[in-house]
């Protein structure tokens, strides 16, 4: 029967990578359709940040929307900038969490820096 099939609905990457939208954006939408079938039926927007990651069993139950690749498939979160698709009252509603993930790249982009200019330093001593 139909009506008890479960069906997910995500954004991935128009030719069918293993690249999806960061669980924050798919919640900026869903806070602002009410759903993701509900919400615009395709993207282009501008990528923010990129994480890597390799399906395991922890990523499998903390990202369930991905349960459905094989463990051991690379995939890529793109955070992306959904401000065009959001009103106010959502972009105010998650701005703290985007600002927190601004202020984390700034400071793992602050780290690899340094640890980039200290092998410059170590290799010419």
């Not at 919400?39 to 922890?58: D, N, R, W």
């Not at 509603?93 to 092998?119: G, M, N, P, T």
Request: proline share 6%; net charge positive.
């Amino acid at each position: 029967e139909e009506s008890s099939v479960k069906r997910v609905y995500f954004y991935q990457c128009v030719d069918g990578q293993p690249i999806f939208i960061h669980p924050l954006n798919s919640r900026c939408l869903i806070h602002e359709y009410g759903s993701i079938e509900g919400s615009i039926p395709e993207l282009t927007c501008t990528i923010v940040a990129m994480e890597h990651y390799t399906q395991s069993p922890e990523l499998r139950s903390r990202y369930r929307y991905f349960s459905h690749l094989p463990l051991g498939c690379p995939f890529i979160l793109c955070e992306v900038d959904v401000t065009p698709f959001i009103g106010e009252e959502t972009y105010q509603h998650f701005k703290s969490d985007f600002d927190r993930r601004s202020k984390a790249r700034h400071v793992k982009e602050q780290k690899r820096k340094k640890y980039r200019l200290r092998l410059c330093v170590d290799t010419t001593a």
